[in-house]
């Protein structure tokens, strides 16, 4: 079978992969990537590309026009890297200590670049490309933060697309899933209080601990009892805190959870359930209850139509083959998101290999693989020219 890659951007595959490991030499935290963003806009502006910094902070967009077109398209690559030790050994491992590429957004950025210059040098398209260098994706935020500052006022998008590795499937295909693709995740944080005392004379008490516990197993009760059957959710108390000795009780006791949805709904019944049941669990108990909502990133939910165009494009370009077959949603959370609650868009998966030792991602011993490089750019191309046809 011949090679689906685009022959520009196999050949010049190893400059590729030396970017690639460049940037995982030097990854940046959220917030930090200065470097890298100066890399990206270096190399943006000199393929033609108009660049606007500062939005997010160390955010980069390049733009290109072609033609008479009306049509725009948003490609968006995330450059951030983990608080991880990295434990590869390789030799392009982070020679920053405690910072580590271990989501493959190295990959994610340099496939982009890749796609930038492929774009301006060769591609035949005719309408407006924007292409999203985002920062901080890592919790931290950044689409969110690129978003309020104006990003998509400044640069009209008729659709935004965005990918991601994944280990556990075959290098180099690609995963569509229309609808709910990852979940939220929020932070709840729960304290109770109550009146300490002499753990033998607990009637001169209001026991937090006793209250606690009631809450705990009152809280399961959300998913079994609430969410409707055919959806789903999770209410995990993840950490339980009260007390330091067996005699006494203790005046507080602190809950820490986590909680996610894969829909708007779901995640809005979850917290307000977990507010009522709270306070109706501490009334019973005569304590006092203070609930903490740390939100974070909304579900992930692609647009039916964009996701259908992405698919049938990997479709015609490589077969059915080239595609993962029952991709199911993942219970992860991406800040992409953010993105696609304000444009119709898709967030597409590209297998980062299935072997043996394929480590997951935020794992110290993760590796992006390079193979996936050119399909990654190549893909990227070929969504440009469909999208925007000359
Ligand atoms: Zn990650
Ligand atoms: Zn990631």
């Not at 995990?236 to 894969?262: C, I, K, Q």
Request: charged fraction near 20%; charge should be negative.
């Amino acid at each position: 079978m011949s090679d689906p890659v685009l022959p520009a951007i196999r050949a010049s595959e190893q400059e590729m992969i030396a970017l690639r490991r460049h940037l995982h030499a030097h990854p940046e935290l959220s917030f930090e990537e200065t470097a890298t963003s100066d890399l990206v806009s270096d190399q943006l502006t000199a393929l033609g590309y108009q660049v606007r910094r500062g939005l997010g902070g160390t955010g980069v967009v390049g733009t290109l026009r072609r033609g008479n077109g009306g049509k725009s398209i948003g490609l968006r690559a995330d450059m951030d890297a983990l608080p991880i030790h990295e434990r590869t050994g390789l030799p392009y491992a982070s020679r920053h200590a405690g910072k580590m590429h271990a989501c493959g957004h190295d990959g994610h950025t340099a496939i982009l670049l890749a796609a930038a210059r492929y774009l301006a040098q060769h591609a035949n398209f005719d309408g407006t490309l924007h292409l999203i260098f985002q920062p901080a994706e890592e919790g931290g935020g950044g689409a969110e933060r690129m978003l309020r500052e104006g990003l998509l006022r400044e640069f009209p998008c008729d659709a935004v697309f965005a990918l991601h590795n994944m280990p556990g499937y075959p290098a180099g295909k690609f995963g569509f899933l229309a609808g709910p693709c990852m979940a939220s995740a929020d932070e709840v944080r729960i304290i109770l209080t109550g009146k300490g005392g002499h753990g033998a004379m607990p009637h001169k008490t209001a026991d937090p601990v006793v209250a606690s516990a009631a809450l705990v197993m009152a809280l399961q009760t959300i998913v079994s009892r609430n969410v409707h059957p055919f959806e789903t959710g999770v209410v995990t108390v993840g950490a339980l805190l009260a007390g330091d000795a067996s005699n006494v009780v203790p005046d507080s006791a602190e809950l820490r959870l986590t909680v996610r949805a894969m829909k708007p709904d779901v995640r809005a019944l979850l917290l307000q359930r977990i507010r009522e049941l709270t306070q109706g669990q501490a009334a019973s108990f005569g304590v006092r209850a203070e609930v903490e909502v740390f939100d974070s990133y909304p579900p992930l939910i692609n647009h039916a139509e964009q996701t259908a165009f992405a698919r049938q494009v990997a479709l015609d370009w490589l077969g059915e083959d080239g595609l993962i077959a029952g991709l199911q949603p993942l219970a992860g959370s991406e800040d992409f998101a953010y993105f696609l609650e304000q444009c119709a868009g898709c967030y597409l998966l590209l297998g980062n290999g299935d072997g043996e030792g394929n480590c997951m991602v935020h794992n110290p011993g993760y590796d992006f693989n390079d193979a996936c490089l050119a399909p990654g750019a190549s893909y990227w191309v070929k969504l440009v020219e469909a999208f925007l046809p000359a």
